[in-house]
């Protein structure tokens, strides 16, 4: 079955890095865009950062443009977020997410989500 496992996350100060890795199985990875998503608490689920199958095009939300890069890796069928200059906005939990596409529509997966606290 699909399993995306997210890990890397923690407690950083202000204007530090942080580097979060997304494991991915049970799917054919490389032929699929993968994404990142981040929730802070009492806020709705945030597109972060995109990647097509194979990088060609990627995109980011404003908030994050400049600071972050997103990469994968086809041949270990994993995905990676670059958090640069953290604030302490970006804290939130951050999520691996794939749309695979089935006969009647799209199934959405997530990883179980890793915590990033940017805090001094």
């Known amino acids: 079955q699909v399993q995306l496992v997210e890990s890397g996350g923690g407690l950083v100060q202000p204007g530090g890095p942080l580097r979060l890795s997304c494991a991915a199985s049970?799917?054919?990875?490389?032929?699929?865009?993968m994404n990142w998503y981040r929730q802070a608490p009492g806020e709705e689920r945030e597109l972060v950062a995109t990647?097509?199958?194979?990088?060609?095009?990627?995109n980011y939300a404003d908030s994050v443009k400049g600071r972050f890069t997103i990469s994968r890796d086809n041949a270990q069928n994993t995905v990676y977020l670059q958090m640069n200059s953290l604030k302490p906005e970006d804290t939130a939990v951050y999520y691996c997410?794939?749309?695979?596409?089935?006969?009647?529509?799209?199934?959405?997966?997530w990883g179980q989500g890793t915590q990033v606290t940017v805090s001094s």
């Open positions: 990647i097509t199958s194979a990088g060609g095009t990627i």
């Open positions: 997410n794939v749309d695979l596409r089935i006969v009647t529509g799209t199934l959405s997966y």
């Open positions: 049970g799917f054919t990875f490389s032929r699929h865009t």
